[in-house]
């Protein structure tokens, strides 16, 4: 009983451990009123039966297998930080997966400044997303050329625009613009206006001949 330093039966393996209850580690600085050292916890591991553990940094109560809190507030707002220290090395993830139904990575692929979202393992699965350091959005690319690059492999229809409401538009306008340009479709139709009415063209999909409505 009590805590424990040893070697786990079968040896290979050096244990550390406390019977029936939790692991704290952190260390001692100046004196309490009974001049003996005070004990500042950084990090907890919590008994919960003996097959569950839990881990906590910054907390003594952690509540999921790892839960790291911080109260210093860094200016950056920067919490844990992850690096891969090899030059040119394989990149920095993190990689999930649930009971082997569907395994994803995200994080840092290996020599190039990006964030990116893989399927199966990092670098050596498929790279779905990526946002490049210029801030480009990649999906489908690795490389992209601007802000939203789409690239859908031997697919036709790449991209698919929706709403719940009347009408599904996309708006376009730039720096000097007064009166937005919207693009799309509205009930059947495809639609063509301006965002104050000033012009609307339009194709009514209900008509045999596709008719084309100006103005209206």
Not at 134 to 163: C, F, H, K, M, W
Request: no cysteine; aromatic share 8%; glycine share 14%.
């Amino acid at each position: 009983r009590g805590f424990s330093i040893g070697q786990q039966t079968g040896g290979g393996v050096t244990a550390l451990g406390n019977h029936n209850g939790d692991i704290a580690l952190g260390h001692t600085y100046g004196g309490d009123s009974n001049s003996q050292p005070i004990f500042y916890e950084t990090m907890r591991i919590k008994h919960i039966d003996q097959d569950v553990g839990r881990v906590g940094i910054g907390i003594t109560t952690p509540t999921v297998k790892l839960d790291v809190r911080s109260s210093e507030d860094p200016s950056d707002g920067t919490i844990v930080f992850l690096r891969n220290e090899v030059a040119s090395g394989n990149g920095a993830f993190i990689r999930y997966d649930v009971n082997n139904v569907g395994d994803w990575a995200i994080g840092i692929p290996d020599n190039r400044n990006a964030f990116t979202i893989w399927k199966d393992s990092g670098n050596t699965g498929t790279e779905y997303f990526t946002v490049n350091s210029d801030g480009n959005v990649g999906i489908g690319t690795n490389n992209p050329s601007y802000p939203l690059d789409i690239n859908g492999g031997t697919e036709n229809i790449v991209a698919r625009i929706s709403s719940t409401d009347a009408d599904a538009l996309i708006v376009f306008e730039d720096n000097s613009t007064t009166d937005r340009v919207l693009l799309g479709a509205q009930g059947e139709d495809f639609l063509l206006r301006t965002d104050l009415g000033k012009f609307t063209f339009r194709v009514n999909n209900n008509a045999t001949d596709g008719m084309v409505i100006l103005n209206n």
